[in-house]
């Protein structure tokens, strides 16, 4: 057994719980996994490797991530079988509220996390889409697996309120104590972070250890999406040093002001970039995809750039005008995929897969029936993308995965 049995058979109180919790819907449940189950987790708890602690400008820092959990022996294999499973995801479900969730098996920016002393992670709201297939981010549960800790070492974890602010911010705290876990939303408004752990002289070696898995959902409330971001930080706040009542009365007021001076021009910023991205999306809502034959393109199509590449996945709507017997695709695969390209296509309720080679290029055909006048989805997704930046190819940072150069839809 994985799960501990008694917040299984208590998901009513927890659905309560975490309805009601502030700054924003969380809940926390201790004694997450069985006890034995969760021992076996911090025994096989992969060592902190270099390799695995690059930050996002590919310097090594003091957090080692293992999303590549189903390499990390028969334990998380197990686990990762729990979490994909129906029961596990209905279970959350009923607990959140929120139906048709998704696990990630990439585990993008989840796995194992191995925080050492040094390590902090200022306010933020996460990305809010799948960067490989763009489902919506919706909620992280994130389990503690640490013997002893002492809040004095920093490391809990906060939810902020508005860490935009330095006197209206609420702060709760949690724990990061063995079992321990947290479910919560993913919005534009569930900032979470950590202050900086801190070596005690005396205490253990510190390794502020969890296991993070992300949920997403294929559709989001209208009211609750937002231009697609990446993750967004907050990253300056009052010094725990300038908190306490014996602190310089006049040094913490001069630090205060050129903080919030700090914060509102990072506000700025940030809302101007919100504004920047929001006509970008509209720019691109404009572009239409090649397609001809006895179908009209309905509304915007996602995935696809006016230079004619796809990312990882494509999705647009068509509505005939005669009754279509056969889609078309003229498709280009690029050399720097590497070992080929999987491709899927789903045509209404119908998928079709192909497996194609590098730098292939080619027209790939199927016969389905779409109805006149009846609007039909269609997605194209592909397994394996590039950044051309990374390939010596300018400065283009995009994932890309197909070059499309024609959509046939005929009678």
């Known amino acids: 057994m994985i799960l501990n049995p008694d917040w299984v058979d208590s998901l009513s109180m927890l659905q309560q719980q975490f309805a009601s919790a502030r700054p924003f819907r969380h809940v926390e449940i201790d004694q997450f996994f069985t006890a034995a189950f969760c021992q076996k987790m911090l025994d096989a708890f992969p060592g902190f490797e270099d390799e695995y602690a690059r930050n996002e400008t590919g310097q090594v820092g003091r957090k080692a991530v293992r999303s590549d959990v189903r390499n990390l022996g028969q334990v998380y294999q197990q686990l990762d079988d729990e979490l994909r499973s129906e029961m596990f995801l209905k279970a959350i479900e009923t607990v959140t509220g929120i139906s048709g969730l998704k696990y990630d098996p990439a585990y993008v920016g989840g796995g194992t996390h191995d925080n050492r002393s040094g390590q902090g992670l200022s306010p933020h709201v996460d990305f809010n889409f799948h960067p490989l297939d763009g ?11 640490n013997d002893e800790w002492d809040a004095d070492w920093g490391g809990c974890l906060e939810l902020h309120e508005n860490p935009w602010s330095l006197h209206q911010n609420q702060i709760t705290q949690v724990l990061p104590s063995l079992n321990h876990a947290i479910l919560f939303e993913t919005n534009e408004h569930s900032w979470h972070g950590f202050q900086t752990i801190r070596q005690p002289t005396d205490g253990p070696t510190l390794a502020r250890r ?23 930080y907050v990253p300056l706040h009052l010094p725990k040093s300038l908190q306490s009542d014996h602190a310089d009365p006049l040094v913490r007021q001069e630090v205060t002001g050129i903080l919030e001076n700090g914060l509102g021009m990072l506000k700025f910023l940030y809302d101007r970039e ?25 509304g915007r199509q996602e995935g696809f750039d006016e230079d004619g590449w796809m990312g990882p996945v494509l999705r647009f709507e068509v509505k005939p005008v005669e009754r279509i017997n056969r ?4 498709l280009t695969i690029p050399s720097q995929v590497g070992e ?28 389905t029936a779409l109805k006149k006048d009846k609007i039909c989805p269609i997605s194209l997704s592909a397994e394996r993308q590039f950044i051309p930046a990374e390939h010596g190819l300018g400065e283009d940072r995009r994932m890309l995965a197909v070059l499309i150069r024609q959509i046939d839809l005929t009678a």
């Open 340 to 367: 080929g390209q999987q491709l899927t296509l789903t045509v209404g309720n119908k998928s079709f897969e192909r497996r194609c080679e590098p730098n292939e290029s080619f027209e790939w055909t199927i016969q």
């Open 135 to 145: 489902r919506h981010r919706r909620l992280n549960l994130i389990v503690y697996l």
């Open 274 to 298: 919100k504004q920047f991205a929001a006509r970008i999306d509209q720019l691109k809502g404009l572009q239409r995809l090649p397609l001809i034959g006895q179908a009209l393109q309905v």
């Open 327 to 330: 889609v078309s695709l003229k």
């Open 210 to 232: 969890s296991f993070a898995l992300y949920l997403y959902t294929d559709t989001r409330p209208e009211d609750e999406t937002a231009i697609e971001h990446s993750t967004v």
